[in-house]
Structure formats: C-alpha cells, structure tokens
C-alpha cells in the first residue's frame, strides 16, 4: 500500500526545496521556500504497516519550481536498515531504482519501528511506532440529488473511537471507476484526516460524498488507518498546501512537516489498515 503515488502529480509544485540553511531544531519541522533558489533535494517515503511484508522505501530528488516535472529521478545505491524495538534488524534490498524492500520485519501494533538511510553522503533517520488497529465497523450509502438535478452518493463509515488519546486516523477511497474519477478519491479529495481531540471512546460516523461519475453498481472500497502523531502532522499539512490558492502572490509554499532528521522530505510512516467494500444501490 504505497502512499507516495497519492500525491505525486499535486506535490510536483508544492514539494521543493530551498537550499539546507537552517539548522534542524527538531526532528519535526517545516521548511519555507526561497523560488528564486529552489533545487533538487532528497524525498524518502517508508512505510511499515500490519498487512503482510514486503515494505517499502522509496527515494527520489524533488524538482525544480520554475521546471516542475511529473518524473522524480530515482535515487539509487543508498543503504537503509530498518528496526524495530524488540531488536529485529532489516537491511533493505533495491528492487528497481530508488525502491527499497524489506525481508524479514514484520508490522505489528504497538511496535515501534526506526529507518536509517545513508544516501548520496547523508544519513536520514526516522522513528514511527504503529497504533493499535482501529476497525470499521459497517458501511452504508444514501442517494444524494443536488440543486441542479444531479445524482451522487453519500457514504457512511461507522467505527468506534478507542477511548486512548491521541488516535489518529486517515481515510482512503478507490472506486470501480477508476478511469473517470481519481483512484484514491470518490470527490476530488486525495485523502481525509481525522483525529479524535474531541471524540474520545465515542461512536463514529463519518461521511464522504462522492462525485456524479459514481453510479449505482459501483464498488466502492474503504480502506481507515490508524496513524500516529507524526504521519498525522505530515499529511494534514500536506492537505494545507494542496488547498492554497497557489496565485504567484501567494506566501510562498511550504514543505510538509517531515519526521526525517537530516534536511530529507517525505515522512516514515508504521500504520494499520482495515478495508470494507460496499455496492452501490
């Protein structure tokens, strides 16, 4: 379940870098754009989740502001073992350029897992621990009619908030027409957040309308994961990027909050995923 090709179109103007002239106050941080200057810079995107292996790191250089591209050039020949904190050890294999596989490491809830890379001169780290699994407990759709006659489908997610704190959880949303609406969305919308500072321990149900491409029949998949704190700062600023107005009067971007220390973007992310599918009727 690979993340980074969610977002590769969208960040190709938004994930650049200016060049490393700060010093890096915490593992945690957003970096702001200088245009005029903007150069490659490495992206690392490492997931671990509790489905079954293999796992993957990917690594590529981002793109110029001025040049933007829809191609990343790989970045092949680093060295990445992956760990978790029952002493497992994973030293990645390169299967294509710039993907990165593990062999061993297995995702398990609550285990915390620590990526170290070693590429181009650099080394990154990241530490993610993996949240106990959330599960969906139904779906349902009803028929939406807008103003303007059009027909769409509201559908319904139904899960119980852990009465944990600090749970985390992202949506994702592929349906069975793929060639007229985005794979990952059913409206436009690359992915949802959602975190539970208000709703600890409660029932949840969480809406998601789809666009008027969705007909009856359709087959719409569900997948909800549980994420931490860290992958949860990556992808909600993230959102806030997409969802600028990107006017050249505008501030200039800024880079997602990464938990990669040494200067690298992306995020490293250990997360659960339960799935549920529903016919449309």
Do not use: W
């Not at 989740?49 to 690594?59: E, K, Q, R, W």
């Not at 959330?134 to 139904?158: A, E, W």
């Amino acid at each position: 379940m690979n993340i980074h090709a969610m977002f590769v179109n969208r960040l190709t103007l938004f994930i650049l870098l200016a060049p490393a002239a700060c010093c890096l106050l915490s593992c945690q941080k957003i970096v702001s754009i200088d245009l005029n200057e903007a150069s490659p810079h490495i992206v690392i995107e490492g997931v671990v989740t509790d489905s079954l292996g293999p796992y993957s790191v990917i690594l590529s250089m981002s793109g110029d502001y001025f040049a933007p591209s829809s191609y990343f050039p790989p970045v092949s020949g680093a060295h990445i073992i992956m760990t978790d904190n029952m002493n497992q050890q994973d030293t990645l294999k390169e299967i294509v350029s710039g993907t990165y596989q593990t062999s061993t490491i297995k995702g398990i809830p609550g285990t915390s897992y620590q990526m170290k890379v070693a590429a181009q001169g650099t080394d990154y780290d990241a530490v993610s621990t993996m949240p106990q699994k959330v599960y969906i407990d139904s779906l349902y759709s009803m028929i939406r009619t807008s103003f303007g006659g059009n027909t769409g489908y509201d559908i319904y997610i139904m899960f119980k908030d852990p009465p944990q704190t600090n749970n985390y959880n992202y949506y994702r949303v592929n349906a069975q027409s793929s060639a007229l609406i985005p794979t990952d969305s059913i409206d436009g919308i690359r992915y949802r957040l959602f975190t539970d500072e208000l709703t600890k321990g409660q029932e949840m149900t969480v809406r998601i309308r789809s666009g008027d491409k969705v007909a009856k029949g359709d087959t719409i998949t569900i997948e909800l994961l549980s994420i931490d704190k860290a992958a949860y700062d990556y992808f909600n600023t993230l959102s806030k990027i997409l969802s600028s107005d990107q006017s050249p009067t505008s501030l200039a971007p800024q880079n997602p909050t990464s938990n990669i220390s040494g200067g690298a973007l992306g995020y490293f992310a250990a997360y659960t995923v339960d799935t549920k599918k529903i016919v449309l009727h």
